[in-house]
């Protein structure tokens, strides 16, 4: 009978086992009335439960493809063995190809079900939900359970950074720091923006907003970034490095933590997410502030890591515009897209290559923006490529009044995608309701028409230029009349001409990105004196040192070439026996080359003597 | 101490400032109080802040319980006689926009008085000095000048200042009369203004030519950018030219 029993209960445990429905089995074993107790159900109904999970986590652990289950094993060992190289070639190429091969559409399996591959360890299952969580966010929409897990998982991360004993003895690359930061922060903007949106909540959404407002903070947000540089001292290891101090020194300097490039990349990396998170919030100046120590060229540390690159370029310049800075904004946005152009050809990593590109065409906006607002000598090549791309509204932007719908398509797309600091007031029924009766104007709005603001009063300037350009000196009641327009009016056009023509702008050795002198940055100039205007125009002679001394080098390069280069003495022996033994020898090449060419002059000869 | 340097540090500020404004203490509550005194002190003795106060918007933008109209109002005040630079723009940008004010017994002033602020502002930057005036002493400012102006001490020759900036950068001589619409000032007033700034007014042609000191916006030359080519660019061209 025992025998029998046993039997029955493995059979349907396997038929079980499969649809995951344990209860029969287990049914049938307290109906034997092995145990009596009144708390007996209640305990078998968590067992049941638990075991139910481990059962499906098991069946799906079982259904992972076996490259991914490697996959995971290998990186597992990596990160453990500190193993930068392979942990960068784990990351970067075997995740995105196993990604584009099993899982394009779906998620990638959850944590618990992978945990058993890696003997449990928590570093790395935080690690690996953070990959999953971005997987979530760029290929399928998060939900309000994914972003709250999301951020509880990025505390847990920071916090396990931030407030254990001493510094965590783990590598990793930079690309993936920077991306931890970066992802970090836009999961950040998604939930502000989804949060934002208060008609199309579900009940159940409204309530877990109310109680868990705290999740996504922005003070939550900014502690974690402003506390990353604070333990790895970036601002004073970045100071002590300008001012040439030895490694030690450094290290004395910046503690145990800033001495580890874990730490130190993460702080420096911090120092850009600052940027981006103040520029979101409308706070450009501060943004400005936080860079501070940071130095805007090519040999500092954020060129490492190209998406970096390319976003401190970008925010950098567009504080600038929103500072009315456009010749400083300008010179960022001339320098980061020559950059991208140069360097497209080794970039082909996909996924970074299409949102690199991607900024790169909002650059390209806002250099067009920047262009028609203070127009001044620039480079060429990027003129051009953004004549291609925005000619039509370049065309009209130029065109003052009638321009303001171009410069508001452009700033619109080219813009961050900016958030307000605060949610609706989701906590209190009426307020909300009123919210949603008279939603407020959202910040991208707020900051263009700011934006407009300042392009409107400059709109007369394309005009007056165009007549200032043909003249020496005019009277203004004359310009008046060309302009149909009130004398008075005119002079006060050409005084906020003459401001726009004045900018503030940061030169050669500025401190900090906020500083800078007044400079001029149209070469027509005028000056009014009472009633006349004059008029000087500054013009550039034709450059061509740069050009010649490039010529120059490069025919000396290849004067040098010849020079250092092996005779050709072969080719010449074998040519001249050549000829001799042309009837002889009909392969070889050059052979055949002589005497059809003497067998052509004889043909042309006989020709020419034929003819005659 | 370069233009842009002295607007992001004020000569002015002391250092209690300093750390509050470059620190991680501004995001702290209570440090309200202390930022707001500052204002109150530049609103008296005609000094100006502009991080500074922008720090106190920050800080009512995270945390709204904060928010006093009067500050708001007293900064975009401060704001205006910043022109040319954006200060205006900037505290606008961190502006929030208002909840729905459920607290009837402390009406809001700042929706009503923020359109005409705006007005003077767009005027400003247009340089459309007489209608600036106009509006200023029109009735639909007049809460603000009631209110506000009247105790920023001096707000109406900060006023004046941005004016005289922009004329001297754009004159080498301007017409008195002209030069009295855009200071809202006239006769007496007017000639004893020009004679502070240091101007001589000739008053042979009719009614008077005020000359305006050179500085160097309103001198204008024609130039010609020349290339200047240095010695070292030569020096590989050169060098190589002597080997060979």
């Avoid at chain 1, 059962?55 to 490259?67: R, S």
């Avoid at chain 1, 990604?99 to 998620?107: D, L, R, V």
Wanted: with cysteine.
């Amino acid at each position: 009978m025992a025998q029998q029993r046993k039997a029955l209960w493995e059979a349907d445990l396997d038929e079980d086992f499969h649809d995951v429905d344990l209860n029969l089995a287990i049914g049938n074993y307290g109906q034997n009335g092995l145990y009596d107790d009144a708390a007996q159900p209640r305990i078998d109904e968590a067992t049941l439960i638990a075991v139910q999970q481990q059962v499906a986590q098991q069946a799906a652990l079982a259904a992972i493809p076996d490259p991914v289950k490697r996959f995971i094993i290998h990186f597992h060992q990596a990160v453990l063995d500190n193993n930068l190289g392979e942990i960068t070639v784990a990351y970067e190429s075997g995740w995105n190809r196993l990604t584009e091969k099993f899982y394009a559409k779906t998620e990638w399996p959850e944590a618990e079900v992978i945990a058993p591959l890696v003997n449990d360890d928590q570093i790395f299952l935080i690690l690996y939900r953070e990959l999953y969580y971005r997987h979530v966010y760029s290929r399928i929409q998060p939900d309000i359970d994914d972003r709250y897990h999301s951020y509880e998982n990025s505390c847990e991360l920071f916090n396990y950074l931030l407030n254990s004993d001493g510094p965590v003895p783990l590598e990793l690359p930079e690309q993936w720091l920077w991306d931890i930061i970066d992802e970090f922060i836009y999961q950040f903007q998604s939930f502000c923006v989804w949060r934002s949106k208060v008609k199309a909540k579900t009940e159940e959404e409204l309530m877990v907003l109310v109680d868990g407002n705290q999740v996504w903070s922005s003070y939550s947000v900014l502690n974690v970034l402003y506390s990353l540089i604070q333990k790895s001292k970036i601002n004073e290891h970045i100071v002590a490095l300008q001012e040439g101090k030895g490694k030690d020194e450094i290290n004395e300097i910046v503690g145990e933590y800033g001495s580890r490039p874990l730490y130190r990349m993460l702080g420096y990396f911090s120092l850009i997410g600052l940027l981006r998170v103040h520029s979101l919030l409308g706070d450009f100046t501060l943004a400005l502030k936080v860079m501070d120590s940071v130095e805007l060229n090519q040999k500092s540390p954020f060129t490492r890591v190209t998406a970096c690159h390319v976003t401190t370029y970008y925010y950098v310049g567009f504080c600038y515009i929103m500072l009315q800075r456009y010749p400083d904004a300008i010179r960022a946005f001339v320098s980061v897209l020559n950059f991208i152009l140069r360097m497209r050809q080794y970039h082909t990593r996909s996924y970074q290559y299409d949102q690199i590109n991607k900024t790169a065409d909002r650059m390209y906006a806002l250099f067009a923006i920047c262009n028609a607002l203070s127009p001044s000598r620039v480079d060429d090549n990027i003129l051009n490529v953004t004549k291609e791309r925005y000619g039509e509204q370049l065309a009209k932007m130029s065109r003052g009044e009638e321009g303001l719908p171009a410069f508001e398509e452009l700033f619109l797309y080219a813009c961050p995608k900016f958030i307000s600091a605060n949610p609706p007031p989701y906590e209190e029924a009426e307020l909300l309701q009123a919210y949603m009766e008279d939603p407020p104007t959202e910040p991208a709005q707020r900051h263009l028409s700011l934006f407009l603001a300042d392009v409107r009063a400059k709109a007369p300037v394309p005009t007056l230029r165009s007549f200032l350009k043909l003249y020496t000196s005019l009277d203004a009641s004359k310009l008046a009349n060309f302009l149909d327009a009130d004398e008075e009016e005119m002079v006060q056009q050409l005084m906020v001409m003459k401001r726009a023509s004045r900018s503030v702008s940061r030169m050669e050795n500025e401190k900090g990105l906020l500083g800078g002198q007044i400079t001029s940055t149209s070469d027509l100039d005028f000056v009014i004196d009472e009633n006349m205007v004059n008029i000087a125009e500054s013009t550039v002679g034709r450059r061509y040192a740069g050009w010649f001394i490039r010529s120059t080098e490069h025919a000396q390069r290849v004067l040098d070439t010849i020079r250092h280069a092996a005779l050709p003495i072969s080719t010449i022996k074998s040519a001249a026996p050549a000829p001799a033994h042309s009837k002889d020898t009909p392969t070889n090449a050059t052979a055949t080359v002589n005497p059809s060419r003497s067998g052509g002059q004889r043909v042309a000869w006989g020709a020419s003597v034929k003819a005659v | 101490m370069s233009v842009a340097t002295a607007w992001a540090t004020p000569p002015t500020r002391t250092e209690l400032i300093e750390n509050l404004v470059s620190g991680v203490d501004r995001y702290n509550p209570s440090n309200v109080s202390i930022l707001e005194d500052y204002l109150y002190h530049q609103i008296r003795s005609e000094e100006y802040d502009c991080l500074a106060n922008l720090a106190i918007l920050k800080l009512y933008q995270f945390n709204p319980d904060l928010y006093n109209p009067d500050v708001v109002i007293n900064i975009l005040i401060k704001a205006l006689t910043s022109t040319p630079f954006p200060d205006f723009n900037l505290c606008i940008s961190l502006l929030d926009e208002r909840l729905v004010n459920t607290n009837p017994d402390e009406p809001d002033p700042l929706p009503s008085l923020l359109p005409v602020i705006t007005e003077l502002h767009t005027l400003l930057q247009q340089c459309r000095f007489p209608a600036f005036w106009q509006l200023y002493h029109s009735d639909q400012a007049e809460s603000l000048r009631d209110n506000y102006t009247v105790e920023c001490v001096g707000f109406e020759d900060s006023v004046r200042n941005v004016v005289v900036q922009t004329v001297k950068a754009a004159f080498r001589r301007i017409g008195s009369d002209r030069f009295g619409t855009y200071l809202n000032l006239s006769g007496n007033d007017l000639t004893s203004y020009v004679e502070k700034l240091g101007w001589t007014i000739d008053s042979s042609s009719g009614s008077g030519v005020i000359a305006i000191p050179p500085n160097p916006d309103n001198q204008i030359e024609s130039t010609v950018v020349q290339e200047n080519i240095q010695l070292p660019q030569l020096v590989k061209l050169i060098a190589h030219a002597q080997t060979a």
